[in-house]
């Protein structure tokens, strides 16, 4: 498996993780507590892979955090009516060029 591949689904994954975590934040049930768990785990799972196929640490970590970043704010926003100041837009914006520049250069 490709490692871009494989990130892809740990991010995934992690937010999944993160929908069933607030879920029980919310409804307090174990269900969504387990099931929260259990995605956090299948994600770790794509997270070695990942590294064990390429995707070095550094260059790695940061596609993930970003990746997985944006997407919970994007859940947050559209799901659960969260909200983003323009302090915190800009940051995601960061994130973004910090993907590019990480990665420029490297095979990918």
């Known amino acids: 498996m490709?490692?871009?591949?494989?990130?892809?689904?740990?991010?995934?994954?992690?937010?999944?993780?993160?929908?069933f975590a607030k879920e029980y934040s919310l409804k307090q049930s174990v269900l969504f507590w387990v099931l929260s768990i259990?995605?956090?785990?299948?994600?770790?799972?794509?997270?070695?892979?990942?590294?064990n196929n390429g995707s070095e640490l550094a260059r790695g970590a940061v596609i993930f955090s970003v990746g997985s970043a944006i997407a919970a704010v994007v859940i947050g926003l559209?799901?659960?009516?969260?909200?983003?100041?323009?302090?915190?837009?800009?940051?995601?914006?960061?994130?973004?060029?910090?993907?590019?520049l990480i990665s420029w250069g490297s095979e990918m």
Not at 2 to 19: C, G, K, P, R, Y
Not at 78 to 100: D, P, T
């Open 38 to 51: 259990t995605s956090y785990v299948i994600a770790n799972i794509f997270w070695l892979i990942a590294i």
């Open 78 to 100: 559209f799901m659960y009516g969260e909200s983003v100041n323009k302090v915190q837009m800009i940051g995601m914006l960061v994130g973004i060029i910090a993907i590019g």
């Open 2 to 19: 490709h490692w871009i591949v494989a990130i892809s689904l740990l991010i995934t994954f992690e937010v999944v993780a993160d929908i």
